[in-house]
């Protein structure tokens, strides 16, 4: 019996979004890729206080990304040539963007110290469609 591959998800909170679908429509739609601030990215998702023998200990704060999943020695070892994904989000009228693939390779970043990564970043049509909730 053959078990089907895991889905790739990242939590925000309350928000779900299926990294596999973006990546999908990133395929079928392909665009260029834009710089992205690594140390913007390390604030808004706390990566300096993860330590570098952080085990995946669970740590999932109620505004900010579920890292209970996070694994430092995985995340060194991460591509970052690979683009990181961000989606946009429409709050309060204005478009917010969030970081949904690439936790690894922003904490790889932070560690090496890389100031940019680059990134796809997803409109807000096209993050409705990869939104599981």
């Known amino acids: 019996m053959t078990t089907a591959p895991a889905i790739q998800l990242f939590l925000y909170g309350k928000w779900l979004f299926n990294i596999d679908k973006a990546q999908h429509l990133l395929t079928e739609h392909p665009r260029d890729v834009e710089p992205t601030p690594v140390a913007d990215w390390v604030a808004a998702y706390h990566l300096d206080r993860l330590t570098p023998d952080y085990d995946g200990a669970p740590w999932c704060p109620v505004f900010g ?69």
Request: cysteine-free.
């Open 65 to 133: 990304p579920d890292q209970s999943a996070f694994n430092a020695e995985h995340a060194l070892k991460s591509d970052l040539d690979k683009p990181v994904i961000i989606a946009t989000l429409e709050l309060d009228g204005r478009p917010t963007i969030l970081l949904i693939d690439g936790v690894h390779r922003m904490y790889r970043a932070m560690t090496e110290g890389r100031a940019m990564l680059p990134a796809h970043i997803l409109t807000v049509a096209e993050t409705a469609t990869i939104r599981e909730r």
